[in-house]
């Protein structure tokens, strides 16, 4: 079993940044994906980004252009830059990883952005 833990959530200003972190540990072993999906208030959660241990990465077209999703296998841990964020990026943000059908699921950081 894969350990998830986010950071970097908070308030910010329409238009400003934030860099979310998600530290893994324990059972990390042949880990193929990581990323993010965020659920907003009243809505479904839904996929933001990914990034596979080759590098390959997949945003969803809210956020391209404005999020980049990054690792450091030495660290076990993934970012996720968030640049020019609107107040529909509020949400909970939530790091994922995959091994196999097994998908492991981090607790939640809350992001809101303020208009």
């Known amino acids: 079993q894969v350990q998830l833990v986010e950071s970097g959530g908070g308030l910010v200003q329409a238009g400003g940044s934030l860099r979310l972190s998600c530290a893994a540990s324990g059972s990390i072993f042949s880990i193929n994906a990581m990323g993010w999906f965020r659920q907003a208030p009243g809505k479904q959660r839904e996929l933001v980004t990914s990034?596979?241990?080759?590098?390959?990465?997949t945003y969803t077209d809210s956020v391209k252009g404005r999020f980049t999703i990054s690792r450091d296998n030495a660290k076990n841990t993934v970012y996720l830059q968030m640049n020019s964020l609107k107040p529909e990026d509020t949400a909970v943000y939530y790091c994922?990883?995959?091994?196999?059908?097994?998908?492991?699921w981090g607790p939640g950081t809350q992001v809101t952005v303020s208009s």
């Open positions: 990034i596979t241990t080759g590098g390959s990465t």
């Open positions: 994922y990883a995959v091994q196999g059908s097994r998908i492991s």
